[in-house]
């Protein structure tokens, strides 16, 4: 296994088809936000903590041929553990393949100028990519000056384009994730190795694999998220009974269901929500501004993603 280290300080096709394939986003919205061509190194261990909002990365490769970017906080205390979580990406990541897919949430998503931000409030229209609803940014703040953000060390671990109408592949993959990526990250990195500090979430394809991988695994997690998650109608009454299962194994399990006005599967999502709640699902469920597409990803997916696991998780 190989890794990459680096520094990282920057301010910076329709509805579910019948094989629940089709998350791409349109193209002429798949212009990823603008990154450094080169990027400083990651300093060493003993250096002084960086400004809050600043972060370390490595870029990992794994014997299977599978990557994952890790991204790590440089402004915490020496020692101190921190929760984790795997961010999964969408299908057009998937496509890119793995060298070029894994710098989705990292680069493509703008994960890292989403950090800073989340560590410098207020958050602004424009951290947003302009898709506000002016409560929800009023929370939002609110939520950042009561209970500042701690940190996160996310883990995003390149996604293949699996079938998601065939559990299979989702759960092979969800093997890889917890027995292959988790247990190296809980080797190198200051994070805590508790359920209740491990999270996890992706949008779209991500969102579906994340669910299925979180709800199939509940001992393993504090909290299951999903961003626009590629869910289709005739699937709402296995995912509720895979809620109801995951939450009777793990009773303080944290769910969350994120969808978005203009988002292809949002009928899908909002009756996901509606089941769940008629089945005594206790979970969070959001409807925000913004399209299915990388404008979203890079504004209120980024920064709603962040905010939520690091509330739900343990930290300390």
């Keep these: 296994?190989?890794?990459?280290?680096?520094?990282?300080?920057?301010?910076?096709?329709?509805?579910?088809?019948?094989?629940?394939r089709s998350d791409t986003p349109r193209a002429a919205a798949g212009t990823p936000a603008p990154?450094?061509?080169?990027?400083?190194e990651m300093p060493p261990p003993d250096a002084e903590a960086r400004p809050r909002g600043q972060v370390g990365t490595e870029t990992w490769t794994f014997d299977n041929g599978g990557r994952a970017v890790v991204?790590?906080?440089?402004?915490t205390k020496p020692g101190e553990k921190l929760p984790v979580l795997i961010a999964l990406h969408g299908r057009g990541e998937a496509n890119k393949g793995p060298v070029e897919g894994v710098m989705g949430w990292p680069r493509d998503y703008a994960l890292l100028r989403a950090i800073e931000r989340v560590c410098a409030p207020p958050i602004t229209s424009a951290d947003l990519e302009g898709f506000v609803d002016p409560k929800r940014l009023a929370d939002l703040n609110a939520g950042l000056v009561a209970n500042p953000f701690k940190g996160l060390v996310v883990v995003c671990p390149y996604?293949?384009?699996?079938?998601?109408?065939?559990p299979?592949?989702?759960?092979?993959?969800?093997r890889y994730l917890l027995e292959t990526v988790l247990p190296r990250v809980r080797a190198e990195l200051p994070v805590s190795s508790s359920p209740a500090a491990t999270g996890i979430d992706g949008v779209s394809l991500g969102g579906a694999v994340a669910l299925r991988v979180g709800l199939g695994n509940p001992e393993v997690f504090g909290a299951v998220g999903t961003l626009q998650a590629a869910l289709g109608e005739d699937q709402v009454t296995e995912f509720t009974a895979l809620a109801k299962s995951a939450r009777a194994?793990?009773?303080?399990?944290?769910?969350?269901?994120l969808t978005s006005k203009d988002d292809y599967f949002r009928g899908a999502i909002a009756h996901t929500s509606a089941s769940w709640k008629a089945a005594g699902v206790e979970h969070d469920y959001a409807?925000?501004?913004?399209p299915h597409d990388y404008p979203?990803?890079?504004?209120?997916?980024?920064?709603?993603?962040?905010?939520?696991?690091?509330?739900?998780l343990a930290h300390g």
Aim: net charge positive; proline share 9%.
């Design 71 to 75: 991204i790590v906080p440089s402004w």
């Design 1 to 20: 296994m190989i890794g990459r280290r680096i520094f990282l300080g920057i301010g910076a096709q329709l509805a579910l088809a019948a094989c629940s």
């Design 35 to 40: 990154v450094p061509t080169r990027l400083p």
């Design 287 to 290: 409807d925000v501004p913004g």
């Design 159 to 166: 996604l293949p384009d699996v079938d998601l109408r065939k």
């Design 296 to 312: 979203f990803n890079r504004g209120p997916g980024a920064i709603e993603m962040l905010i939520w696991h690091d509330r739900m």
């Design 249 to 257: 194994k793990n009773a303080s399990l944290k769910l969350r269901l």
């Design 168 to 174: 299979a592949p989702m759960k092979d993959y969800g």
